[in-house]
């Protein structure tokens, strides 16, 4: 029996512990409260650097299966992104499986505290998708394994303006190698979701004198880019379309596959989404082939990381916001990286966090 057969035997049978050995996890809870109506997945990635650290993201998932897949991947992302980062943490995730705006309640979130809590500190939390520092403080109740709490608890609050920056600056370094210079006036650029990250991002490149484009599923977030960074409206039909120099996806994964990819006319794709490449090889190989330079997405979005590590030792802003600005040299090198061995950006990300993992392993391994 060939490896492949092997390997979707396995899966067919075990589909859960397959997929960890898939990404080399470490461990992943499966949570369960049935008097709170929680149902949540933690995963557990590596922790060679550090305890991992990831955000909780409440999403209602079609199916189990779904949400296992995106904590995996999620979780995997943590620790690329905090290794290529420079920070000594490990990669975890956690996802809510439902409707927030129908399950979310305090009882929900202090259960799921407990469960954050029974790991011991493998594990610290931080907010996601349809979580908030307000979410945190409840969840704060139960375990002093949590990250990304209000500025009024001693928190570092908001982590978008310092994903933002270093979304920024990621951007401009991108722009050096595809234009030959790092200023962004005059660029055109396509904003896909105006969310707290998004819109921060729309106020850095528009100040810059770059045109933006944007498209929100949110009509309000719409208005806010239109009416305060005068950018231009775009809907979903026509925004891959459109003839411009730069694609920021900001919202959900995945918005970089065959369809998008037959019709994107770009030169860069830089944005804070995570999980941007549908397909990490097929997809990445496929952008290297069309000429487009990717800057990988959990280097470009690590400034949330960077954010709520800082927290960790004593929040300061500025100390977050000088580590986030490294980003740009992160990027430069990984471009370069890739050119000299002629590989994918991905691929040269990829191998500069998994040779910090590596050494830092055999640190860990002296006695």
Known sequence: MEVKDIKETSLSLNP??????IYDHEQILFCNDNATGLKAIIAIHNTVLGPSLGGTRFWNYNNEMEALTDVLRLSRGMTYKSSAAGINLG?????????????????????????VNSLGGKYI??????????????????????????????????????????????MKASAKEAFGSDNLSGKKVLVQGAGNVGLHLIEHITKEGAK?????????????????????????????????????????GATVNDDTLSRLKCSVICGAANNQLADEKKHGELVKSKGILYAPDFVVNAGGVINVYYELEGYNRERALSHAEKIYDTTWNIIQTAKTQNIPTYAAANYIAEQRIASIAKINAVM
Request: with cysteine.
């Open 125 to 170: 939390t931080a907010e996601d998708v349809a979580m908030s520092s307000r979410d945190m403080e409840m969840i704060k109740m139960e375990t002093d394994y949590v990250s990304g709490l209000p500025v009024t608890m001693g928190g570092s609050g908001d982590p978008s303006p310092v994903t933002a920056y270093g979304v920024h600056v990621s």
């Open 91 to 115: 990669g975890g995730k956690a996802v809510i499986m439902g409707d927030p705006k129908k399950l979310k309640n305090e009882a929900l979130l202090r259960r799921f505290g407990k469960f």
């Open 16 to 21: 859960v512990i397959s997929q960890m050995g």
């Open 212 to 252: 933006v484009y944007v498209y929100d599923i949110t009509e309000e977030r719409v208005k806010l880019a239109v009416d305060k960074y005068k950018a231009e409206y775009v809907s979903a039909d026509k925004m891959f379309d459109l003839d411009i120099d730069i694609y920021a996806p900001c919202a959900l």
